[in-house]
């Protein structure tokens, strides 16, 4: 595609719940960021991807959250027994080579996830 | 571990004015990349500019220039003869020069309104 797609736009769901975040990154980009951006905060990274593999995971905040990315393309970010706290805007990136380097990271117009 | 510092929350500035947005970062490395992206109300992140940390001399883009200053840790954002649609938030970042660091690491951000 033309751009980093993410869907659904918007999200709501109940507490307890779980939820599946959708990324399309952009085609031939190997390396695929998520990262959260809560109200009034900067960008809060999550997980990294360099194909299929997950070099960097340091950011999930707890068990409850995962992420896979089949195909070296699509990834899905899943959040299990859903709180409050989850509540953000949940942003995607990519980029063509997850090497050193000044590569630009193209991002995703995100998923924003309501917990009530 | 890195962290990137925006003092300013929100910033304004008249319409054709130039206005400042500061940046500080901490870091040990020596070997490093800084960005600063825009965040419309669309959400979507849209990078501004970049500098890599081993060149002395100031990334320009058009109305953009940063004034890179390494030995104090700062990467500040100058835009000049402001636009309407300049108004965003404003994000710094930094990434890593080391190999397998691929994330970005992104400050809290600063709203910047343009007034006509």
């Known amino acids: 595609g033309a751009g980093v797609s993410q869907s659904p736009s918007n999200k709501v769901t109940e507490k307890g719940k779980d939820v599946e975040l959708r990324c399309d990154p952009i085609?031939?980009?190997?390396?695929l960021y998520w990262y959260r951006q809560s109200l009034g905060q900067g960008l809060e990274f999550l997980i990294y991807f360099q194909g299929n593999s997950a070099p960097d995971k340091s950011g999930l905040p707890s068990d409850r959250f995962s992420a896979e990315r089949t195909g070296g393309s699509v990834s899905t970010l899943t959040i299990q027994r859903t709180q409050q706290e989850d509540s953000a805007v949940y942003l995607c990136?990519?980029?063509?080579?997850?090497?050193?380097?000044?590569?630009?990271?193209?991002f995703g117009q995100g998923t924003r996830l309501t917990v009530v | 571990a890195q962290t990137v510092t925006q003092s300013q929350p929100e910033m304004s500035v008249q319409e054709a004015e130039t206005v400042t947005l500061s940046c500080t970062y901490d870091t040990s490395e020596s070997d490093y990349y800084l960005f600063w992206y825009k965040q419309p109300p669309s959400r979507q992140m849209i990078l501004v500019i970049r500098?890599?940390?081993?060149?002395?001399q100031n990334a320009t883009e058009n109305r953009f220039s940063v004034n890179f200053q390494k030995a104090a840790k700062s990467f500040s954002l100058k835009i000049s003869d402001s636009q309407l649609g300049d108004a965003a938030m404003y994000f710094c970042a930094y990434r890593s020069g080391q190999g397998g660091s691929e994330k970005l690491v992104f400050g809290k951000g600063t709203k910047l309104t343009v007034n006509p």
């Open positions: 990136a990519s980029s063509l080579v997850g090497v050193r380097g000044n590569t630009e990271a193209f």
């Open positions: 500098q890599e940390a081993y060149k002395q």
């Open positions: 085609s031939g980009h190997t390396a």
